[in-house]
């Protein structure tokens, strides 16, 4: 009969006899400081290095408020519990949610999935600010749901900067600007940077960055990141020519990658032929075979997501 003794109390193989499991899992249980450098997911905080390959800007949460009739037999987060499965056996390990339907109903299915995935999910609270003066309540702040803050172009017109500004000094959080042109994406850097924001916190997504290249090397060059969030709707090889030129410029530190999946019928699981996996089985190689370098791609992919998720809690 098996019974603990020094040679198995460790639990494993080979290991020596004084490798207590018991007291590494409890080691392991001890709950980070929020003092030091930290991404805070859906599930809890974990330290930056923790992330590894990471999507930055995976709408996801839509698919919670997928109309009925576009619906097929697979329930929209069983679906999404077999694709991000697959995105991590290809190699992915964090995802951020961005998507305007986060929130009441949708939250907690963002959550189910979380607890149920080998992948860290990040979510980015979008806020609708009613004044320069509104401040995210401190328990809200500082929960264990919120990864980093998301603004619309719209709202920062509306008077949101000061606010945003606000917000991001209070919680340590990172922000997302969502933006449907290239001109309102330079505008409201301009306006959150005048407003105190640090833009090097800042990242821009849902643009056709090819489209929009002008637009692209404005906002970096005003100190702000952008994401090439939307690769499976766009064409790969004139974005990989991009992101080619961009590097080249030195813009590497940057840059970030997702897929875009937002939509039901982009879901590998749902015939798909690449999915949310593509982000990182195929694109990277297009973005090389263009000549970026790969310790580039690794930036966009891993460096630069931890550099701007990362809470540096002695600074709040």
Do not use: C, Y
């Amino acid at each position: 009969m098996w019974r603990r003794s020094e040679e198995t109390d460790s639990g494993w193989i080979g290991a020596g006899a004084d490798d207590d499991l018991d007291r590494r899992m409890a080691d392991e249980d001890v709950a980070l400081d929020l003092a030091q450098p930290h991404v805070m997911t859906a599930l809890g905080p974990i330290e930056p290095g923790a992330l590894g390959v990471t999507l930055a800007g995976e709408p996801i949460a839509d698919l919670f408020v997928t109309d009925a009739g576009e619906r097929t037999a697979i329930d929209p987060k069983h679906a999404l519990l077999a694709e991000l499965a697959d995105a991590h056996a290809i190699g992915v390990r964090s995802l951020v949610v961005s998507g305007g339907g986060i929130g009441g109903a949708v939250l907690p299915g963002v959550r189910w999935l979380a607890e149920r995935i080998p992948v860290h999910v990040v979510v980015l609270h979008r806020v609708d600010f009613a004044g320069p003066d509104s401040l995210l309540e401190p328990d809200e702040a500082h929960s264990f749901t919120w990864g980093g803050l998301e603004v619309t172009t719209e709202a920062v017109r509306q008077g949101a900067a000061k606010a945003l500004a606000r917000n991001m000094r209070a919680t340590g959080l990172a922000a997302r600007i969502h933006a449907d042109r290239a001109d309102d994406a330079v505008d409201a850097v301009i306006r959150l940077r005048n407003a105190g924001v640090d833009v090097s916190r800042i990242w821009v997504g849902n643009l056709d960055w090819v489209v929009a290249s002008a637009a692209a090397a404005q906002v970096l060059n005003l100190g702000a990141t952008i994401a090439f969030d939307r690769l499976l709707g766009d064409s790969r090889q004139p974005v990989a020519t991009l992101v080619g030129s961009l590097v080249e410029a030195g813009w590497a530190d940057r840059l970030l990658f997702s897929s875009g999946a937002g939509h039901a019928d982009q879901l590998r699981v749902r015939g798909h032929p690449t999915g949310i996996a593509m982000a990182l089985d195929v694109f990277p190689l297009v973005l090389m075979d263009a000549g970026v370098a790969a310790q580039d791609v690794r930036r966009g992919l891993i460096d630069n997501p931890a550099r701007l998720l990362t809470i540096h809690g002695e600074d709040r």
